[in-house]
């Protein structure tokens, strides 16, 4: 099955990101880390995505320190999201950029493998 985002806002998705993540905290467990996001597009903005002590908040606007930043275009993180881009294949391509720590990047890739 298919996760897909269409008809939300952005800050709809990380909100839903949000709760389903605190539905299912199990892949969390293991990680503390502030993952940033710049996304650019149809919808812009910036938000984090807080993992700590086996939960997971979402933020809006930028932190002062994170593990990693991922920019990318509003589609491209939809289809990060929903399983139908790979992480890797879109940072070859140049349709993700990542600032910091690409092993928490491919982390993160790991862990929203879990969710879907």
């Known amino acids: 099955m298919q996760i897909t985002f269409e008809n939300q806002s952005l800050h709809e998705i990380f909100q839903r990101v949000s709760r389903v993540m605190n539905a299912h905290q199990e892949p969390l467990e293991d990680i503390n880390a502030v993952f940033q996001f710049e996304i650019s597009g149809e919808q812009r903005g910036v938000y984090q995505l807080i993992l700590q002590d086996g ?62």
């Open 55 to 116: 939960k997971a908040n979402v933020a809006e606007g930028a932190a002062d320190e994170t593990e990693c930043t991922l920019i990318m275009n509003y589609n491209d993180f939809k289809e990060l999201l929903s399983g139908r881009l790979n992480s890797t294949t879109a940072y070859m391509m140049g349709r993700l950029k990542v600032k910091g720590s690409l092993g928490f990047a491919l982390r993160l890739e790991s862990i929203l493998k879990q969710y879907r």
